[in-house]
T-cell receptor, first 115, second 112 residues
């Protein structure tokens, strides 16, 4: 049973560029949430996707956008990168239909460095 | 006041001792509570979740929840060096829409 997968594992970008991160949820899960984790901090909620719609959004600017595909996989896009966007980006999946939407399982993360 | 607060530590305990990790939260609408373990450079790994007041035990781990005091804790019995990690408390709330809020984590060192 495959767990949550994310790609790429590491990424280096320069300020002003755009980046797309990808996530495939755990088998049987239909909900994907994205988090940003800066060094020494806890994960910060960016947004959550279910049924290809953004269900909830955290306190992040519109430069952060996402998408969920019919197979439940998801992308996180960040435009006009800033140095402060350097962080570990985590994807977590859960199952809303199975009533387990609250229990989230994390992927390995994508470490983004903005120079 | 932070929405979820944890002592940043580091908390140092000898091997075989009980490690006690604490977390407080501000939103009384919070309904479910989670403890994650995160090794350096890795992603969070779910250890336990608890929804009801009281204790919940799973192997060497016991989660304790007191909603009246807005307090949740994690006890690790017979601590092992492999338990050395950062422990993240997470709280789910439906106030104003579903959201998961993490504390900044407590670093735990178990000395052999």
């Amino acid at each position: 049973d495959a767990g949550v997968t994310q790609s790429p594992t590491h990424l280096i970008k320069t300020r002003g560029q755009q980046v797309t991160l990808r996530c495939s949820p755990k088998s049987g899960h239909d909900t994907v949430s994205w988090y940003q984790q800066a060094l020494g901090q806890g994960p910060q909620f960016i947004f959550q996707y279910y049924e290809e719609e953004e269900r909830q959004r955290g306190n992040f600017p519109d430069r952060f956008s996402g998408h969920q595909f019919p197979n439940y996989s998801s992308e996180l896009n960040v435009n006009a990168l800033l140095l402060g966007d350097s962080a570990l980006y985590l994807c977590a999946s859960s199952s809303y239909l199975a009533g387990g939407e609250e229990t989230q399982y994390f992927g390995p993360g994508t470490r983004l460095l903005v120079l | 006041q932070k929405e979820v607060e944890q002592n940043s530590g580091p908390l140092s305990v000898p091997e075989g001792a009980i490690a006690s990790l604490n977390c407080t939260y501000s939103d009384r609408g919070s309904q479910s509570f989670f403890w994650y373990r995160q090794y350096s450079g890795k992603s969070p790994e779910l250890i336990m979740f608890i929804y009801s007041n009281g204790d919940k035990e799973d192997g060497r781990f016991t989660a304790q929840l007191n909603k009246a005091s807005q307090y949740v804790s994690l006890l690790i019995r017979d601590s092992q060096p492999s338990d050395s990690a950062t422990y993240l408390c997470a709280v789910n709330s439906y106030t104003g829409g579903f959201k998961t809020i993490f504390g900044a984590g407590t670093r735990l060192f178990v000395k052999a």
